[in-house]
């Protein structure tokens, strides 16, 4: 059995050598040798999560269903992975030349958060600020005033950013800030989604994560960000002109298209 998972247990840290902590990893595993014993496999989990103790419950349950898996037998394992977005606000690796970071530094319809740490709450500050109005906005956008703020949130929040802002962050943040709908897009795509809780709410805050860099950064005009003319509240998608579109996203209430409101029990989309 020792010999068994400290086999396993390199084969995966083989595999998954390229992945951060933080991303989501699922294995399937199947019998080559009896292709009719059905696949069984460990849930989408982060990639820190996969451990001995993991993998050798997973063979327990298979030896226990499958009657004809044995140790003779092959064995095809296949690892599923999900970058997950992680916003540490440092500079990150050199990055020259690549399309998304110099339109964040170019777009006056992007608000560049420069912090070396804490980006996501700087983002969702000043984000906020500009929703609300706040004669504080221009200020934050430059830097100015955002520290006692962005302490002040994560004290009041309980959120610990030490070790970056990912998806699990988002949704406390989003938790948090229950009259506010927070969409985070990886690029600038109408929809190149990453995370988006779909609240019903006219309040919404639009951030951009630069994968390469890990930072976050503020969306503060969506249709010059996207280049678009129009883009569908209901499902994200632009194009030059709203008289134009056609949503494929239908209200959950009154079937209008698009939807009029997002039902508060609606799933939170991770892309």
Known sequence: MSHFLDSVTELFEHALRDLEDSDMVGI?????VEVKDRAIGISFRKKDQITGDVIW???ENVAQSNARFNALDTLVMTVHSVKMPIGHGGNGIATKGRPLEIMIRLKRS????????????????IAKAKVDGDPNYESYRH??????????????AGIDLSRGGGVPE?????????????????????????????????????????DVNRHFHVINNFTGAMARGYVCRGCNKG????????????????????PCMFSEKSPVRVL
């Open 28 to 32: 399937t595993i199947s019998n080559e």
């Open 57 to 59: 419950s997973v063979f």
């Open 110 to 125: 992007i608000v560049q958060v420069k912090a070396e740490s804490n980006c996501l709450a700087h983002a969702l500050v």
């Open 143 to 156: 830097g100015y005033k955002l520290r006692p703020v962005v302490d002040r949130l994560l004290e009041t």
């Open 170 to 210: 988002l949704m406390r943040f989003q938790e948090h800030f229950k009259e506010y709908r927070i969409v985070v897009f990886g690029g600038l795509n109408c929809e190149d989604i990453y995370f988006d809780w779909l609240v019903d709410s006219e309040k919404r805050i639009n951030l951009v994560y630069d």
């Open 239 to 258: 194009c030059r002109r709203g008289v134009t579109h056609k949503c494929g996203e239908t209200c959950s209430y009154c079937k209008a298209v698009p």
